[in-house]
């Protein structure tokens, strides 16, 4: 069995967006909301700063000239660590019921975020989120009819996009072309079943298995880059929200976890809010920072 363990006891109320930074040896990560937070945490000296965010948080990346790209609700900001600077760059394309959340950056470093339509549980058919792409001063939106965006990920050769509509329990694949970052050929890559939770966030490792967080189950699951379940990792928590390698040899997996009240699937032993780690056997994929 596969031991799994507190990292940092982040308390956070929905931790999600993992990012290993491997020239600082550090994890990063975000409390969406309540409060809205970007975190950072040195393993080896266990120095953990915080930074308060004026709004929700969706996601941030580190960008190759330094600094971040952060999204907040209302669209993406610079943001310099070092002074707590942000400044505006792109308005979100959604309406203000839409709220920037879940991003991360393909192979050739460009910018990727989805959306969360806040009507959405209590209007089962919201639905006004998407997938969109940064294209210089612009957010293109390339896929439509989202509830909740999750699960976004690239696979190694970064030809194949994943993503999540959540609730729907089903994760799809695109086919992605690397030179202009065009999507085509959606199909479904996994499909969850009645009873086992639901699927949010994701990443992929150096043989381009998938790594799904299952939340309300307790899991994280495994799939082949054919789609094939390869195993499912229990967890002692119950709500897991993002997996990311990081590590000095990206061989440790840390997870975010949310303390939002879903029933869960399984009957947890430890608490929702810490980060976890473990070790799974495989190594994660470098991250491409953003290159705008």
């Given at each position: ?34 409060p809205?937070?970007l ?14 965010m ?6 941030f ?20 660590p ?31 975020i ?5 009507r959405?549980?209590?209007?089962r ?9 940064l294209?210089g ?59 086992e ?12 298995g ?10 994280l699951?495994?799939y ?8 499912i990792?229990?967890?002692p ?5 993002k ?16 303390q ?5 699937a399984?009957t ?25």
């Amino acid at each position: 069995m596969t031991e799994v363990r507190v990292a940092i006891d982040a308390g956070n109320h929905l931790g999600e967006t993992p990012i290993w930074s491997p020239s600082e040896q550090a994890l990063w990560w975000i409390n969406c909301e309540h409060p809205p937070e970007l975190h950072r945490w040195h393993p080896r000296s266990g120095e953990h700063r915080t930074w308060p965010m004026p709004q929700r948080i969706g996601g941030f990346v580190p960008k190759a000239q330094g600094g971040l790209l952060v999204a907040l609700a209302d669209g993406l900001y610079d943001f310099d660590p070092e002074s707590g600077e942000l400044s505006f760059r792109v308005p979100s394309p959604f309406p203000a019921h839409v709220k920037l959340h879940e991003c991360h950056c393909d192979r050739q470093g460009r910018f990727w975020i989805g959306g969360f339509d806040r009507r959405y549980p209590a209007d089962r058919t919201a639905a006004d989120a998407g997938y969109c792409r940064l294209d210089g001063d612009r957010l293109t939106v390339a896929v439509t009819g989202v509830h909740v965006a999750n699960g976004l990920a690239f696979s190694p050769d970064g030809t194949t996009m994943y993503a999540v509509t959540s609730p729907t329990r089903q994760v799809d694949a695109f086919d992605l072309d690397p030179a202009t970052g065009a999507l085509s050929n959606r199909r479904p890559f996994v499909t969850l079943a009645e009873g086992e939770g639901f699927a949010d966030g994701a990443t992929v490792d150096s043989e381009g298995g998938y790594w799904m967080a299952n939340v309300a189950a307790g899991a994280l699951r495994r799939y082949r880059p054919d789609g094939t379940l390869d195993r499912i990792v229990a967890l002692p928590f119950s709500n897991p929200t993002k997996p990311a390698f990081g590590g000095p040899d990206l061989a440790t997996l840390f997870v975010t976890s949310t303390q939002m009240a879903m029933p869960p699937a399984t009957t947890p032993t430890a608490a929702n809010g810490p980060i976890y780690a473990l070790e799974p056997g495989e190594h994660g994929v470098p991250e491409v920072p953003f290159a705008g």
